[in-house]
């Protein structure tokens, strides 16, 4: 049975730094890409991805400031979060997206506010 367990979210001040982590248990195959998204109230967002090839993606609101990264040996994608500002505040979801089905695996979510 897979799961992708969050971790690293909480409350931090604007201008602040969050890494996030999603470690993933089980085995997943053909694997196309491991990623971010977030949840507000006002919308579901993609936050950014990274494929099985390295080629990194990432959502206009965080460019610059977000950096995805991975390390597959232990079987985790991180999500550096630089600069943050209150619209950072959401739910953040580890995502991995498969050739075959499924397709789609997600975690439970880590909470991120950003206030001062």
């Known amino acids: 049975q897979v799961r992708l367990v969050e971790s690293g979210g909480g409350l931090v001040q604007p201008g602040g730094s969050l890494r996030l982590s999603c470690a993933a248990s089980g085995s997943i195959s053909n694997i196309y890409s491991r990623g971010w998204y977030r949840q507000s109230p006002r919308e579901r967002e993609f936050v950014a991805s990274i494929t099985s090839g390295g080629v990194t993606n990432y959502g206009d609101s965080v460019k610059g400031r977000f950096t995805i990264s991975r390390d597959n040996a232990k079987n985790t994608v991180y999500l550096q979060m630089n600069s943050l500002k209150p619209e950072d505040t959401a739910v953040y979801y580890c995502?991995?997206?498969?050739?075959?089905?499924?397709?789609?695996?997600w975690g439970q979510g880590t909470q991120v506010t950003v206030s001062s």
């Open positions: 995502n991995v997206k498969t050739f075959a089905t499924p397709y789609n695996y």
